[in-house]
């Protein structure tokens, strides 16, 4: 599970998150929905410990990412695409990490498999199409076999068959019984894919509760969005 709980995160003097608090819930998948530069990935990056909160706590069944001990198998993330070396091959990235978080080395070829570069495996990351690093980004999110997964933008650069390949995993991943945070502006991949919602605007949620309840009275989500970050809206979370 996942608790953000009265999260807030300056820039300086901007303020990028305000008194978040929401939870992601095993066995949900979550999505994290907002429009560029509302604080999604400001969350997401305390959230896994490359950035200290000013205010309020997030935890990863119930600790902070920091004191995980070999991380990469309680939680799994990607947040700008593989990170992996532009010198390495997509095999080398992942036999290093598999090697820091004490992962059995069988593991890298199930992943490379499950993330379709089997093929690809002994090229440099550098050569790497964009869609062909979101893949390498989530197989080394997988590499562990986590509990929790927590992706930023995950479809980015992938082709109609790698988006219905993930929209996929994710509701199978979640339907046993794991955890899934799932943050984007891309409100088609939200309503195919998340049984929860989290609607953030600037710092601020407008909304948390189950798709259909937030999408009731509207023709789509893309309209509940408008409706919720629009402008003129009172502040403070809607609940349903």
């Given at each position: ?54 205010a ?23 947040l ?38 089997t093929?690809a ?21 997988l ?28 509701t ?7 955890t899934?945070?799932?943050?984007s ?7 195919g ?7 953030i ?16 009275g509207h ?22």
């Amino acid at each position: 599970m996942i608790e953000i709980n009265s999260l807030t995160k300056r820039h300086g003097r901007k303020v990028a998150v305000d008194n978040v608090s929401f939870t992601v819930a095993p066995g949900r998948v979550t999505g994290f929905l907002g429009p560029n530069g509302a604080g999604k990935s400001s969350t997401l990056r305390v959230l896994l410990g490359l950035d200290s909160a000013d205010a309020g706590t997030a935890l990863i069944d119930g600790r902070p990412y920091r004191s995980l001990r070999n991380p990469l198998r309680t939680v799994g993330s990607l947040l700008d695409g593989s990170g992996g070396h532009r010198a390495r091959t997509a095999r080398a990235h992942l036999s290093w990490v598999a090697q820091s978080n004490g992962i059995r080395r069988s593991r890298i070829d199930e992943v490379l498999e499950l993330a379709g570069l089997t093929d690809a495996a002994g090229k440099r990351i550098g050569k790497y199409s964009l869609g062909m690093g979101r893949r390498l980004g989530l197989a080394t999110a997988l590499l562990g076999e986590p509990e929790l997964l927590v992706l930023d933008e995950p479809v980015n650069g992938l082709d109609p068959e790698g988006i219905r390949w993930i929209r996929r995993f994710l509701t199978e991943y979640a339907a046993d019984g794991r955890t899934v945070l799932l943050s984007s502006h891309l409100m088609s991949e939200m309503a195919g894919t998340a049984t929860d919602l989290v609607v953030i605007t600037e710092g601020r949620v407008v909304a948390d509760g189950p798709l259909e309840q937030i999408t009731a009275g509207h023709d789509s989500l893309e309209d509940a969005f408008f409706a919720l970050t629009d402008a003129n809206q009172e502040p403070g979370a809607r609940k349903w």
